[in-house]
């Protein structure tokens, strides 16, 4: 099974040479940290900055540059600042190659909730719908299960949507899945897991074809 | 030269009352006109329907308004640092209209370029889109939505001249340049307040056009919302 650092990793692996990247708050933030280093990629935050580098060092923070999870963030050569509306046009005209976020629950048909939870939990969608909506390649960071041990790789959402039919790839604690026509397709198991077990977790129709290998984390 | 300049921030919110609309720019905490929402608090306007991206935290930020009960309605795309918010919103004495980030801020762009309306494909599919149009484009589905009205807009910027000029810094000018101009009268207020000629036209980011009146702000905490760095090895 996988920890969070190891999710990220896993998902790092999918970052190309030459690719505009959109991370979300959470595990996805962490994948900044594992990209290879011999590749260009350039970081977009929505709240307006591409080119973000690592953390300040301590005494070096400015309150003027952050990323969207309000961190204090630093900027690399060639990086540029823009507002809000430049920055959603962007993303939704389709220039940022690759959009990792977090989410609640994930559907076979690629439905993605992350959002809302009715009459607990209201923080907001934030950019999330906007990048779900308009990106072309997404891949989720989640877990598989929750703390009850349900399933939240589901055949249909049950909490209220953020985007529908958007969601490519999903990389949990236990699996890398792929969003198909037909389910979700089993792609690799988190170093040993079994593939009955991935079953057992997932409600959703997993479509396994063949020796499903190890995922190959760093 | 038109001049914008006015010396405080009472004169700045001059024609503020209860039950208007205002923007106020900012991201989270980073770029909020922290002055014009302290003077807020000290008018104790009321019923006021605000749009901002976020509702501060508790004890900053537009979270100074919700303390006083000072705002009716909040159009936010996030509000997960506002404790008090959540306990309004949830307990139903605060209107709230969740708005995607991206359809915020074009809400408000159109409204400063004098467009009615427009189509998105964010929220389509999803509660957003309850009530709203929706239309085919290329093959995708997209959603109306309308640009705002508000009465006030009160951006923050780093320097300004008395032409009402202005330029952000970093990542504080995200919201704040997409609302200058996006309102029947939009406030300024600055960081240095320069005299007009020194700054370069060149590196002006919203001209003085959009800005009715403009301010030099007394004093500014920038607080840090999450204080992340990394160790010198």
């Known amino acids: 099974m996988l920890g969070k650092e190891e999710i990220a990793k896993r998902i790092a692996k999918e970052v190309k040479d030459g690719y505009y990247v959109n991370l979300g708050i959470g595990i ?38 952050i990323n969207a999870g309000k961190q204090t963030i630093t900027t690399l050569a060639g990086a540029s600042f823009f507002d809000s509306a430049l920055s959603f046009g962007m993303i939704r005209s389709q220039k940022v190659d690759l959009t990792i976020l977090g989410a609640m629950e994930v559907a076979e048909n690629g439905d993605i909730a992350n959002w809302k939870i009715p009459g607990k ?61 037909k389910g ?35 | 030269m038109i001049n914008k300049k006015v010396n405080t921030v009472q004169e700045a919110l001059q024609g503020v009352q209860d039950g208007m609309t205002i923007m106020l720019g900012g991201f989270g905490l980073c770029g909020i006109p922290e002055n014009a929402i302290a003077e807020l608090v000290i008018k104790e306007t ?62 408000c762009r159109a409204a400063q370029a004098g467009i009615p309306a427009f189509f ?21 589905m997209h959603i109306m939505e309308l640009a705002y009205k508000a009465d006030f807009a009160i951006v923050k910027a780093w320097k300004g001249d008395a032409a009402g000029n202005l330029i952000f810094k ?25 005299p007009v000629g020194s700054l370069d036209p060149n590196e002006i980011h919203i001209p003085g056009i959009m800005v009715q009146r403009i301010f030099q702000g007394k004093t500014f905490e920038k607080r840090i919302e999450q204080r992340t760095v990394r160790q010198k090895q």
């Not at chain 1, 598989?144 to 055949?155: A, F, M, Q, R, T």
């Not at chain 2, 239309?135 to 995708?140: H, L």
């Open chain 2, 46 to 107: 009321k019923e006021l329907t605000c749009i901002s991206n976020n509702a501060g935290v508790d004890d900053f930020g537009l979270g100074l308004l919700l303390q006083k009960r000072q705002i009716k309605k909040m159009i936010s795309s996030y509000v997960g640092e506002n404790a008090e918010f959540e306990r309004q919103m949830l307990s139903g004495e605060l209107d709230v209209e969740l708005t995607p980030q991206g359809t915020l801020a074009e809400k």
């Open chain 1, 121 to 181: 939990m209201v923080k907001g969608m934030g950019g999330a719908m906007d990048l779900v909506a308009s990106a072309e390649n997404i891949i989720v960071a989640m877990m598989h299960v929750n703390k009850k041990g349900e399933s939240k790789i589901l055949k249909k959402c049950s909490l209220p949507l953020t985007g529908v039919g958007c969601v490519k790839k999903v990389v949990t604690e236990l699996a890398v899945l792929e969003v198909t026509p």
């Open chain 2, 170 to 194: 970093g990542t504080a000018r995200n919201f704040n340049a997409c609302m200058a101009g996006a309102a029947k009268i939009t406030v300024a207020e600055v960081e240095e307040l320069l």
């Open chain 1, 28 to 65: 996805p933030t962490l994948v900044a940290n594992y990209v290879r280093t011999d590749i260009a990629v350039e970081f977009q935050s929505e709240n307006g900055v591409l080119g973000m580098g690592p953390f300040p060092f301590e005494g070096e923070e400015d309150a003027d540059i």
């Open chain 2, 120 to 140: 998105t494909p964010a929220g389509y599919g999803t509660e957003v889109a309850e009530g709203k149009e929706v239309r085919e484009f290329n093959g995708k």
């Open chain 1, 184 to 218: 979700f397709k089993l792609l690799e198991r988190a170093p040993g897991v079994t593939v009955e077990h991935i079953i057992a977790s997932t409600e959703a129709t997993l479509i396994i074809e063949g020796n499903i290998p190890e995922m190959v984390i760093d």
